[in-house]
């Protein structure tokens, strides 16, 4: 911005009469193209790292945008509730669809900004990265597709993203969550890892942490999960989901690399939260559905896994998403994945730590 200033003075200088004599003016229409041409190439070149986007608030209701950063363009919608007001900052959840999907195919599924809505609760719709005849994919580390091949930034375009938010409309900045299923789930977990700054809760569906390459002996560590403050997590998972095994190993489905344990993946939680050992976990649940809670966590954050036993690659409470043929299971209508996300953004802020 500082630049982009200093560009508009330099273009008002040459151009204001009033700084020049009359046979000056009189050159400087005859030149002036050029001057346009210029600055306009000035400001190309010195832009910020990230480009796109309109400016001022973004207003109440759905608008569209995108960023783009190292040459990629990444297009997402940001829905703002009528309650976001600069007295009355709001929740922000960040919503990242499964691989192959998209963010408006999530959103008729999952329906988290349709319920978000009714709770005053923003949301950031993002679309993951594909080339030509590719499936929309999250670079999430060890997965997926298109985005993980040509290692995509999206921890750096998704930060992007939350800052421009941040500094359009009144956004609570104790509560940002990242909430993805499949490989939306990955990258939320990657963003838990890596943009702790901005992402104060996960919420994972189907998912893993997949942060070490499996196809290697011994495996090779992608990124360390090591996020500067601690990052509140909750879990869904199906134990009849055969595209993401709970017990890891190979998927069904079109992406069927393998994967981990989700028990590792909440290791890796507990470590970097600093929650007690697994002796102290709460186990609640009756029937189908489980509930762990990690105890003794840093900050009073929550780490959370949620396991119901006849679900398959679905999003919890959600009817409309049914789990495809190829992936085993049913849907669960015993936990709605969305309220318990919305429950944890409500009473679980992060604390400040200065």
């Known amino acids: 911005m500082d630049c982009l200033n200093t560009m508009t003075q330099i273009l008002a200088f040459a151009i204001d009469p009033h700084r020049m004599s009359r046979p000056a003016v009189r050159r400087c229409r005859g030149v002036l193209a050029h001057c346009v041409i210029l600055v306009t190439l000035l400001l190309g070149a010195c832009g910020d790292e990230t480009s796109g986007g309109g400016v001022g608030p973004y207003p109440v209701g759905q608008s569209a945008d995108s960023i783009t950063l190292n040459g990629v363009t990444h297009t997402f919608s940001v829905f703002v509730p009528a309650a976001a007001e600069p007295n009355n900052p709001v929740p922000l959840i960040v919503s990242l669809h499964g691989g192959g999907g998209s963010a408006d195919d999530f959103e008729q599924s999952a329906q988290v900004q349709a319920d978000a809505e009714a709770e005053g609760i923003a949301v950031i719709r993002v679309n993951g990265y594909a080339t030509d005849n590719d499936l929309l994919t999250w670079n999430a580390g060890y997965c997926c597709g298109a985005a993980q091949r040509d290692n995509v930034d999206h921890v750096g375009a998704?930060?992007?993203?939350?800052?421009?938010?941040?500094?359009?409309?009144?956004?609570?900045?104790?509560?940002?969550?990242?909430?993805?299923?499949?490989?939306?789930?990955?990258?939320?977990?990657?963003?838990?890892?890596?943009?702790?700054?901005?992402?104060?809760?996960?919420?994972?569906?189907?998912?893993?942490?997949?942060?070490?390459?499996?196809?290697?002996?011994?495996?090779?560590?992608?990124?360390?999960?090591?996020?500067?403050?601690?990052?509140?997590?909750?879990?869904?998972?199906?134990?009849?989901?055969?595209?993401?095994?709970?017990?890891?190993?190979?998927?069904?489905?079109?992406?069927?690399?393998?994967?981990?344990?989700?028990?590792?993946?909440?290791?890796?939680?507990?470590?970097?939260?600093?929650?007690?050992?697994?002796?102290?976990?709460?186990?609640?649940?009756?029937?189908?559905?489980?509930?762990?809670?990690?105890?003794?966590?840093?900050?009073?954050?929550?780490?959370?896994?949620?396991?119901?036993?006849?679900?398959?690659?679905?999003?919890?409470?959600?009817?409309?998403?049914?789990?495809?043929?190829?992936?085993?299971?049913?849907?669960?209508?015993?936990?709605?994945?969305?309220?318990?996300?919305?429950?944890?953004?409500?009473?679980?802020?992060?604390?400040?730590?200065?």
Do not use: K
């Open 158 to 354: 998704i930060g992007a993203i939350i800052d421009r938010v941040e500094s359009r409309a009144s956004i609570d900045a104790s509560r940002v969550a990242a909430a993805g299923h499949s490989n939306g789930g990955m990258m939320a977990y990657r963003l838990g890892c890596q943009l702790s700054d901005r992402i104060t809760h996960v919420a994972a569906s189907a998912a893993y942490l997949v942060n070490e390459d499996l196809s290697t002996d011994p495996p090779t560590t992608l990124f360390a999960c090591a996020p500067s403050q601690p990052v509140s997590v909750i879990h869904f998972h199906g134990l009849q989901d055969a595209c993401a095994p709970f017990e890891g190993g190979e998927g069904a489905g079109v992406i069927n690399d393998e994967r981990p344990p989700v028990s590792d993946t909440i290791a890796q939680m507990r470590a970097a939260n600093q929650c007690a050992d697994a002796s102290s976990d709460v186990v609640t649940g009756a029937g189908e559905l489980e509930r762990r809670t990690l105890a003794g966590c840093a900050a009073d954050r929550v780490v959370q896994l949620n396991t119901v036993d006849s679900a398959g690659h679905v999003w919890f409470g959600s009817p409309q998403y049914a789990s495809q043929p190829i992936c085993e299971g049913s849907t669960t209508m015993l936990l709605s994945a969305n309220q318990e996300i919305f429950s944890l953004l409500r009473d679980n802020p992060r604390q400040s730590t200065e």
